[in-house]
């Protein structure tokens, strides 16, 4: 269970770091960003989570809003890892848990 936990934990992570890191480079670069080997890679690896939360949201929110939208559910899924591991972690004891 604890690993299946820091895995979770560890794809949102990267997940969450993929989306700041598009935001940041889409903003430093602008309108020249879809032809950025960079930018794409972040778009691409960033997708699944974009198409998860525009498939869940309502349609009246607008797409400039749906990164916004990912990284807030994402977040509150990484709180929520957080919590489990903690809980595991004082169930089996910090020296169990410190390799993970």
Do not use: H
Request: glycine letters at 6%.
């Amino acid at each position: 269970m604890l690993l299946a936990v820091v895995v979770l934990k560890s794809l949102v992570e990267i997940t969450l770091m993929v989306i700041f890191g598009r935001f940041v480079l889409g903003r430093l670069i602008g309108v020249q960003r879809q032809s950025n080997i960079i930018w794409q890679l972040l778009d691409i690896t960033a997708k699944p989570a974009l198409r998860l939360t525009r498939a869940l949201s309502p349609g009246f929110i607008l797409d400039c809003y749906i990164p916004w939208l990912a990284a807030s559910w994402l977040a509150a899924v990484w709180l929520i890892a957080l919590k489990l591991k903690i809980g595991i972690c004082l169930q089996i004891g910090l020296l169990a848990c410190k390799v993970n």
